[in-house]
């Protein structure tokens, strides 16, 4: 029974009850989370993009049209479930819970309040980086098992962009790691007197742009670009299996939001409002920058966005790093101003240093 | 030990999201790279030219309204010409310049939904289109005010249009020319110098100048491969000849030049527009033609600069009610050719650019 | 291909999106709004006036469809008495040529555009769907003392106030 000598570390001392209660508690708080709020981004983003496209959202289901992702998951389950006859039948019947199931984990660190998750796990912020890898599996076993060379094609393509995006993904973690001083996403928060989106402004930027290509929002859905190769992996998915797909695009990007908002924007911490209240308002913010980038640039495609990944966000985020840790050893926490201006001067520098010399992706291939 | 790799053949459908219309190609593909490419038309064929055979010329103007569908205007206009030639027959010129006016608008109707459906296909997720089809619905609400109907106008006749222009149609033109070149600027302002669209289209899909003239291609195709060429210069018709404009050309021939000669020609075309309105003399709309009308043998071949390129009609006559051969030279069926050059060497993503930039319509490819 | 912009254009794009999230929407809600429209429209129907009618036919000789069917029999003050006038809504194109060519202005083009059925049969207009009455409005088109009485047409022009 040597598990029962694991779990005290990871209860907080001041939580009523045994590990078990804790544990119940929270897997309620986290359903009931993640499903209410992925109704509510699904509301947001239909109602924010028709606002972007000088029209109105769904109004119909409901004031506002607020059970209108309501009414999306009773047609959806209504469908008749088709399988394809050739297919790799159990590889097609897994793939949406391989995919599912990881962005869910993710929640188990996400703090809602000082010591208020699942498990301080004090590796936060790799058993994040580790899980979320899982998803690519799930992804590509969709892609093999529908018997079908656009989900394939799609499928590939997947395999290569959520691959290369893991790195200058974990690279610019570091540099948030190292002026923490610690991987637990609790200790992150509690260390943010200043968000840290001030300190490590390049590193919010290669975040955000290598987490929009890990969940595969614009400019780098090409995996399911309507227009090329129409849905791409899912394809042949339909009832609640591509329900569940779906579910799997808005959990991993509440997922994004929920780590962005502890990594850069201070989590939970705010004067005057409760910190749940400021946890919502930082999540519905993030959300709101990802899917206004969606609504306005077109996509890249799959050669750009590799090339993007190892020319240009990898390079970017290794020397991030290195910078971040010679002002870490080298510079006394007095001169935190002079650290924001540094950091916002280098990463114009490079912005620019980039932009002239490098080249997006290779041109016509001789035939 | 060298991978075997096999090219595989993948069938871009007669349904597909991104083919303007039921156009099926058929690509040969070495990983993401095509290497061959085979198109297949006919899908929308409905025999105009043979049922045209059996109608008079009065009762052919409402089946040219058909053939592109989103430019009806220049097609009755192109129409009317060569059945004028044929008979003889003069126009006054208050009509020439009403037609010169409602061909023009007409272009930047069909501008607008050509650019637009490319900018969708390039990944944007329809918001620059649904801010062209804004401006195309005011355009649609000034037709509807002159001839009844928004899509199918059947305005023109021979001997010169069918209705002459109410009282609120000036004062409203007034307003759109005077607004419409704040939305061009706006429209460069969201995508004309965006990073993403120009490495999507930048270099992409190139038609080499020699090649263009070759294969007899018009339009913006033409022009954006660095030929000067345009009918209303060329071969002046109604009364083109006494206002001033310019003909944009791009240089190099690539995608990004045919958006932007797109572009261009619609503020030609407002600039257009004002001196025609300028110049509109009164007097009648319709000189006198009998209701069965037996042109003398012949033939004649009217064209015009139409949205798409040089549309023609080739008629023959026997002297009977109805034409004994009716001809479109459908510009795109002719621009079409070139796919396959401008394709092979490119990606998958890229032949979805490719295609749209060319804009069809498929009801004048197919007839 | 280089990144030209340093990130400019996108941002200049971003900007633009960001501005018509303080627009007004242009969508209508139909049913419970509805736009008026031109005067001149062809809508989805005809308007048959029995009085004017002398049964000559012009319009089903400048049908380019050949959609409607004209029976008349000899009267007795030596004229054509209309025994059967049938349009077949489903074949129309709507070109308003019969409109145009009749001599004795008894045919008119619909102003209702609701017109949909659930059966093909019931799309053929016969003589009594046809007869100008007090619910059908003809439209103006070819028109002009109709299209005088009738309401102005709702434009986008209007609608969409945008500053500049």
Same mark, same amino acid.
């Given at each position: ?156 393509? %997947?395999?290569?962009?959520? /691959?290369? #995006?893991?790195?200058? +993904? =974990?690279? @610019?973690? $570091?540099?948030?790691? &190292?002026?923490? !001083? ?60 591509? %329900?569940?797909?779906?579910? /799997?695009? #808005?959990?991993?990007? +509440? =997922?994004? @939001?929920? $780590?962005?908002?502890? &990594?850069?924007? !201070? ?101 | ?367 | ?164």
């Amino acid at each position: 029974m040597a598990i029962f000598n694991y779990y005290p570390q990871t209860l907080p001392p001041d939580w009523p009850g045994g590990y078990w209660l804790h544990w119940g508690v929270f897997v309620v708080i986290i359903l009931v989370f993640v499903m209410a709020m992925i109704m509510g981004f699904i509301w947001f983003e239909r109602r924010g993009l028709g606002r972007f496209q000088v029209r109105l959202g769904p109004n119909r289901a409901g004031p506002f049209g607020l059970l209108q992702p309501v009414a999306d998951a009773i047609k959806v389950l209504t469908k008749e479930d088709i399988i394809p006859a050739k297919g790799d039948k159990l590889v097609y019947w897994l793939a949406p819970v391989v995919a599912f199931v990881p962005a869910l984990m993710i929640f188990a660190v996400v703090p809602f309040h000082d010591g208020a998750l699942l498990a301080d796990l004090n590796i936060g912020i790799l058993y994040v980086v580790a899980v979320s890898s899982v998803g690519v599996v799930g992804i590509f076993m969709a892609g093999w098992g529908s018997n079908n060379k656009y989900s394939l094609i799609g499928a590939m393509r %997947a395999v290569a962009q959520m /691959v290369s #995006y893991e790195i200058p +993904l =974990a690279l @610019s973690i $570091i540099g948030v790691v &190292l002026i923490a !001083g610690s991987l637990s996403m609790n200790s992150i928060v509690e260390a943010q007197d200043i968000p840290f989106i001030l300190l490590q402004p390049l590193g919010f930027i290669i975040y955000f742009l290598a987490a929009c290509a890990e969940i595969n929002r614009t400019p780098f859905d090409l995996l399911e670009a309507e227009s090329e190769i129409v849905a791409g992996f899912h394809i042949e998915y339909s009832g609640m299996k591509f %329900a569940m797909f779906y579910l /799997v695009e #808005y959990c991993e990007v +509440l =997922a994004i @939001s929920a $780590i962005i908002t502890t &990594l850069f924007l !201070g989590g939970w911490r705010g004067p005057l409002l409760p910190p749940f209240l400021w946890f919502l308002i930082k999540v519905f913010g993030v959300f709101f920058l990802i899917f206004w980038v969606r609504s306005t640039i077109p996509r890249l495609r799959i050669d750009q966005v590799m090339a993007f990944a190892w020319k240009c966000l990898l390079p970017l985020a290794l020397i991030n790093m290195v910078i971040t840790g010679i002002e870490v050893i080298a510079l006394p926490p007095a001169l935190l101003w002079t650290v924001i201006f540094l950091n916002l001067g280098i990463m114009a520098v490079l912005v620019v240093l980039w932009s002239k010399f490098f080249r997006l992706g290779g041109g016509r291939v001789e035939v | 030990m060298a991978l075997k790799t096999e090219p595989f053949v993948i069938n871009v459908g007669p349904q597909h999201p991104s083919t303007h219309g039921v156009f099926r190609m058929r690509l040969t593909l070495d990983g993401e790279v095509i290497v061959d490419m085979e198109p297949v038309l006919g899908y929308l064929h409905r025999g105009i030219e043979k049922l045209a055979e059996g109608r008079t010329y009065t009762q052919n103007i409402p089946f040219t309204d058909r053939l592109d569908y989103l430019a009806s205007m220049s097609n009755n206009l192109a129409y009317v010409l060569a059945v004028e030639k044929l008979a003889g027959i003069p126009v006054p010129e208050r009509a020439e310049y009403l037609r010169v006016i409602m061909a023009e608008l007409q272009r930047i109707a069909s501008h607008l939904v050509g650019v637009g459906a490319f900018l969708n296909d390039c990944g944007a997720f329809m918001t620059p289109l649904l801010y062209m089809f804004r401006e195309r619905e005011k355009i649609l609400d000034l037709f509807e005010m002159v001839c009844g109907q928004r899509l199918t106008y059947n305005y023109m006749r021979i001997g010169g249009v069918s209705h002459d222009i109410p009282a609120e149609f000036l004062p409203a033109l007034d307003r759109f020319v005077t607004t419409m070149p704040g939305f061009i600027d706006e429209y460069d302002q969201l995508l004309a110098e965006n990073e993403i669209l120009l490495a999507r289209a930048k270099g992409v899909g190139i038609l080499p100048e020699e090649l263009a003239i070759n294969i007899s291609a018009s339009g913006p195709v033409l022009r954006g491969s660095g030929v000067r060429w345009d009918i209303r210069k060329a071969d002046p018709y109604s009364v083109y000849d006494r206002l001033e404009f310019d003909i944009p050309t791009g240089s190099v021939g690539d995608c990004y030049d045919r958006y932007w000669v797109r572009i261009q020609e619609m503020r030609q075309s407002v600039r257009i527009i004002r001196q025609a309105v300028e110049q509109l003399p009164p007097g009648e709309v319709r000189t006198e033609v009998p209701h069965l009308l037996h042109p003398p043998e012949g033939e004649a071949y009217g064209h015009i600069e139409a949205p798409k390129g040089e549309l023609g009609f080739y008629l023959v006559s026997d002297n009977s009610i109805a034409p004994y051969r009716f001809h479109v030279r459908a510009p795109t069926l002719i621009n079409l050719t070139a796919l396959r050059d401008m394709m092979i060497g490119w990606k998958v993503a890229d032949a979805v650019i490719i295609f749209g930039s060319i804009d069809i319509c498929l009801a004048e490819v197919d007839r | 291909m280089k990144f030209e912009h340093y990130g400019i254009g996108v941002a200049k794009g971003m900007a633009l999106t960001f501005k018509h999230l303080f627009r007004k929407p242009i969508t209508t809600q139909y049913p419970e709004e509805r736009l008026t429209v031109s005067r001149r429209t062809r809508g989805n129907e005809l308007v048959w006036d029995k009085e004017r009618c002398t049964g000559c036919a012009t319009c089903a000789k400048s049908c380019p469809e050949g959609c409607i069917e004209i029976i008349t029999s000899r009267g007795e003050e030596n004229n054509y008495i209309v025994d059967k006038f049938e349009v077949d809504m489903g074949r129309c194109i709507f070109c308003g040529l019969c409109v145009e060519a009749c001599p004795f202005e008894a045919l008119f083009m619909g102003y209702a555009y609701e017109r949909a059925r659930y059966r093909r049969q019931e799309l053929v207009m016969d003589k009594e769907g046809l007869l100008l009455s007090g619910e059908r409005q003809p439209s103006g088109y070819a028109r002009p003392k109709i299209e005088a009485g009738l309401p102005r047409q709702t434009l986008l022009l209007d609608r969409d106030k945008v500053k500049r």
